[in-house]
């Protein structure tokens, strides 16, 4: 059975090559444009892996990793944050939250998948 991952991005472009890049190796993907809409999302669904970017409007994306891992669902759910955020303060902040990795945009697919595999097949 296909793992799924959830990717949470206000650019709809960065979600669809997320989508297409992570469907291309047979993931299922549910998305969400911001924190709000991913947690109204985050209802018990099984996830295997929540991406998300920082700076998005209603709800960012480490506020997110926060509020996910309260859920007890999602609570050991790995969480990864993709964004042009790269400062060292940030990264703290999300590892803080619960964030397992870091990946700054722009991306090459096989860097992604390579997180990903890291997170979630290993």
């Known amino acids: 059975m296909a793992k799924t991952i959830m990717i949470v991005d206000d650019s709809a472009s960065v979600r669809k090559v997320v989508?297409?890049?992570?469907?291309?190796?047979g993931f299922n993907v549910i998305d969400a444009s911001d924190g709000?809409?991913?947690l109204k999302k985050l209802n018990g669904?099984?996830?295997?892996?929540?991406?998300?970017?920082?700076?998005?409007?209603n709800m960012d994306g480490i506020t997110l990793v926060h509020e996910a891992k309260k859920l007890p669902a999602y609570k050991f759910t790995?969480?990864?944050?993709?964004?042009?955020?790269?400062?060292?303060?940030?990264?703290?902040?999300?590892?803080k939250a619960g964030a397992?990795?870091?990946?700054?945009?722009?991306?090459?697919?096989?860097?992604?998948?390579d997180a990903v595999s890291k997170l979630i097949l290993s």
């Open 45 to 57: 669904v099984k996830i295997h892996l929540l991406i998300t970017d920082v700076n998005m409007p």
């Open 78 to 95: 790995p969480m990864m944050i993709l964004t042009t955020e790269a400062s060292d303060d940030k990264k703290m902040q999300g590892r």
């Open 19 to 25: 989508r297409l890049t992570l469907e291309g190796e």
């Open 36 to 38: 709000v809409e991913a």
């Open 100 to 113: 397992k990795a870091w990946l700054v945009k722009p991306f090459q697919p096989p860097t992604l998948l």
